[in-house]
């Protein structure tokens, strides 16, 4: 599937035009029957966030990180390597579909909606063409380089923490609140990013290098400095909500801490908020 050319695409998406088959890319699949940990593998090696799952050409679930991470997080599946786990175990079976001719602007609604980072795109005979998701969303923001990161950020309320917490309270923590990553700071100051594939990617080697008599005691020993990535990029208040965009895409990370002077945290800015701009038709 070609790259589409996105000028055109906001143009048309700004008249109330673009339909999904003009920015869906193609689907990457898996069977319930493949194992959890060839499926993080997929997800890992290929740099994508979800695995929609098939069976004779129909979805039937969706296997994201944080559906890894939190099946793995389970107290009663600690004991458990992820090696001895299947996709049907972890994956959320029930799917939210959209078409190839739906409105983008309404689909990026739905996203928002129902907390959602992505829809698989089948056809009027219920097969899997396609999936949309925030990532496709974000890059349609590209030539919005007018408009502020602090018109769109998190100000208030910012959820944060420390390198030293418990990586399953970090979980629970972004779990409550909806969010895909999290921002870890030390006095105010940003020093590192925790997002759901860093908490599933920590999961699966504890799975692997800790013996099953040792789990159930030492996973909340796990701290979130053995999972966060170190020296996050982030971004200022005043750049453009396309550089932030194109940085989130770079990095493959669905948010940026914002900073001011000495890496002081101010703000998040989310492929959500870049999504909610699109769902209100390029408004702020």
Do not use: W
Request: glycine letters at 6%.
């Amino acid at each position: 599937m070609t790259a589409p050319v996105m000028g055109k695409f906001v143009h048309n998406l700004e008249d109330g035009k673009m339909k999904v088959s003009q920015i869906m890319i193609e689907p990457d699949t898996i069977s319930k029957d493949q194992r959890l940990s060839y499926a993080l593998e997929q997800l890992n090696k290929k740099g994508i966030e979800r695995l929609v799952v098939v069976q004779d050409g129909e979805v039937t679930g969706i296997l994201t990180y944080a559906d890894i991470a939190d099946r793995l997080g389970v107290s009663k599946v600690v004991a458990l390597s992820i090696q001895r786990l299947h996709v049907s175990s972890a994956m959320t079976d029930t799917v939210i579909t959209v078409g190839p001719d739906d409105d983008v602007t309404e689909v990026a609604q739905l996203m928002i909606e129902r907390g959602m980072s992505g829809c698989p795109v089948v056809d009027e005979d219920n097969k899997l063409v396609g999936v949309i998701t925030k990532v496709q969303m974000s890059k349609l923001v590209d030539r919005f380089d007018k408009i502020k990161v602090s018109e769109l950020m998190t100000k208030e309320d910012i959820l944060q923490v420390n390198p030293v917490t418990r990586l399953v309270k970090a979980r629970g923590d972004m779990l409550a609140a909806g969010y895909s990553g999290l921002p870890v700071t030390d006095g105010g100051r940003v020093l590192g990013l925790i997002t759901e594939r860093m908490v599933a990617d920590a999961m699966a080697r504890f799975t692997v290098e800790v013996p099953d008599k040792h789990r159930a005691n030492q996973v909340r020993q796990i701290r979130v400095v053995d999972a966060m990535l170190q020296q996050p990029p982030l971004i200022g208040p005043d750049e453009s909500i396309s550089e932030a965009a194109s940085k989130m895409i770079e990095a493959n990370l669905n948010t940026l801490p914002v900073v001011e002077k000495g890496n002081r945290l101010i703000g998040m800015i989310s492929a959500t908020d870049l999504t909610r701009f699109v769902a209100n038709k390029f408004k702020v």
